[in-house]
């Protein structure tokens, strides 16, 4: 029967529709395949909240005829309510975006949040027009949310999806603040910290434009790269290069055996460095000199290594 296929079909675009929209919501939210990323993403969900609520709403009238409403003063309150009120509620659930953390950014609290979103990225995709920032660290924060789809639990009322946001600070300053996916994840959370990243943020909808480092390691090697030791006649002397708002607390001259200055608690000595940039590498006899200090609530080495092969 050509009416049952067409209700297969019916109920089958719409599911896949759903979880293509998904997809689209996952992927990068930066630059400009972020943008389209969500104008799709928002685009679909729509059309997929016409193929529903459209039908809902057409189909009304004739399910509310067939009740014994049909010669009673609520007929016109329940016609009202099978061809209006459901299809908007239907409508409305399906169409939810991704997007609660942009719009709780943005102070986008209304029902035209996510078209309001669409339309910002649309103007910013075409016009390409945005703020810049110089930032030298960053934040990354996951937020959990209730979820229609029925991803992530059993039901809808234990279903729930997960947000991620970005905070950049200079110092401790914050500078801006926007959602990614989780495909943005890995390349923010490896930023350098302390070294001066040039970012810019899209002036309509906020996302992020681009990222761009002053310097080509990441996270975890930019701490070595602090200072910078060298040696001047029989001194070791060391230059700062990192940014000077950046706190290190118990700035310390260490001393190892060969290969052993990867932990601190491998130091054969500690000397206080914070006010002096010389040590005299004849007063003890060790194989690596190097700096240590507490950055980031632990003690990490924040120096290239003088060893003495």
Not at 204 to 209: A, L, T, V
Request: net charge negative; proline share 2%; aromatic share 14%.
């Amino acid at each position: 029967d050509k009416y049952e296929v067409i209700i297969v079909i019916w109920i089958i675009i719409p599911i896949i529709l759903f979880f293509v929209s998904d997809i689209f919501s996952h992927n990068t939210m930066t630059g400009a395949d972020g943008l389209k990323n969500i104008i799709l993403s928002i685009t679909v969900r729509t059309l997929v909240g016409i193929i529903i609520a459209v039908p809902i709403a057409i189909i009304g009238t004739p399910l509310i005829k067939l009740t014994d409403f049909r010669k009673s003063k609520l007929f016109f309150f329940g016609t009202v309510f099978m061809t209006v009120v459901v299809p908007l509620i239907v409508f409305g659930n399906l169409t939810r975006s991704r997007l609660n953390e942009h719009h709780h950014i943005r102070n986008q609290y209304n029902i035209f949040a996510d078209y309001s979103t669409l339309f910002q990225c649309v103007s910013d995709l075409a016009n390409d027009n945005y703020e810049e920032f110089t930032i030298n660290n960053s934040y990354i924060n996951r937020h959990q949310h209730r979820s229609s789809s029925g991803r992530g639990g059993s039901s809808y009322r234990s279903s729930y999806h997960y947000e991620y946001t970005v905070t950049f600070y200079n110092g401790s300053q914050k500078i801006a603040e926007s959602q990614i996916s989780a495909d943005d994840i890995d390349y923010i959370s490896n930023l350098p910290v302390g070294f001066d990243t040039k970012i810019t943020i899209y002036s309509k909808s906020g996302f992020i434009r681009s990222i761009e480092p002053s310097v080509d390691f990441g996270k975890e090697e930019s701490y070595e790269h602090y200072f910078t030791l060298s040696i001047d006649g029989d001194n070791i002397v060391y230059e700062r290069n990192v940014n000077s708002d950046v706190e290190i607390k118990n700035l310390t001259w260490s001393g190892f055996k060969k290969n052993r200055s990867y932990d601190i608690h491998n130091s054969l000595f500690g000397i206080n460095a914070e006010n002096d940039n010389s040590f005299d590498r004849g007063f003890v006899t060790c194989n690596e000199i190097c700096l240590y200090g507490v950055v980031d609530g632990q003690y990490r080495r924040i120096s290239n290594i003088i060893a003495d092969n």
